[in-house]
């Protein structure tokens, strides 16, 4: 059974930065791709940045140059980190683990991430 379980959300002031972790098990971690999604009320959940198995990254627009996706295989755990948080980044952010470039298979259960300017 698949178990992706997110941490480091809370709240910060435009500008700040969060680091986002996501802890996997019930599966081979490093044979998986692996992205973040991040959701607000009456919304489209939209991918924010994926990482392949072998390391190249995608990235929304409106993330690049602000937002790092990486991976530690030997911790089964993919990071986001996010800088120069703006107001319109605050959303439920939500780990996924899928295939290629990127179709989400399995999801964690979101973390909080507010932005106040």
């Known amino acids: 059974q698949v178990q992706l379980v997110e941490s480091g959300g809370g709240s910060v002031q435009a500008g700040g930065s969060l680091r986002l972790s996501c802890a996997a098990s019930?599966?081979?971690?490093?044979?998986?791709?692996m992205g973040w999604y991040r959701q607000v009320p009456k919304k489209v959940r939209e991918l924010v940045a994926s990482?392949?198995?072998?390391?190249?990254?995608n990235y929304a627009d409106s993330v690049k140059g602000r937002f790092t996706i990486s991976r530690d295989n030997a911790k089964n755990t993919v990071y986001l980190q996010m800088n120069s948080l703006k107001p319109e980044d605050t959303a439920v952010y939500y780990c996924?683990?899928?295939?290629?470039?990127?179709?989400?298979?399995?999801w964690g259960r979101g973390t909080q991430v507010t932005v106040s300017s």
């Open positions: 990482i392949t198995t072998g390391g190249s990254t």
């Open positions: 019930g599966s081979i971690f490093s044979a998986n791709a």
């Open positions: 996924a683990q899928g295939w290629g470039t990127f179709t989400p298979r399995d």
